[in-house]
């Protein structure tokens, strides 16, 4: 297997953005399946077990310290999620999501050019074409 630094590389990252915020975990899933479609599965599962691997490390410190059942209280009690803990909450918020892009002039400008860009550069954006139409938009 001859590529295998990227995969643990792109791995290590992604486990160290999941690391810095939760939404880090989209990195992990999003490379996962894209390597999958990409490059087969091996690559894929390196990646993960790079990335949970690397995860890993922040409950291992609370293991190693004694601290698992705070760790759990953290996430448990945590003020920003208590709103919507229950399954039909979580659907709700995701259900009404959009608002975010488009509650403000700011974010509807943004939101706007956004979605011109996809339409205007819809050619370049095919996965089969993924990579090589981001270096090009990238490169001129």
Known sequence: MAGWPRPVLGGGLAGLAALTHLNGLI????????????????????????????????????????????????????????QNFHIDQKIEVLLNYHQIFFHGINEISLSVLAILCLIGFRKHLRIENSVKGCQTMLSS
Not at 40 to 61: E, M, N
């Open 27 to 82: 990195y992990l899933a999003a490379g996962a399946i894209w390597l999958l479609f990409r490059t087969g599965w091996k690559p894929s599962v390196l990646f993960c077990a790079t990335g949970v691997v690397t995860l890993l490390l922040y409950g291992g410190d609370a293991a190693w310290h004694n601290q698992l059942p705070l760790l759990v209280r953290q996430f448990l009690e945590d003020p920003a999620t208590q």
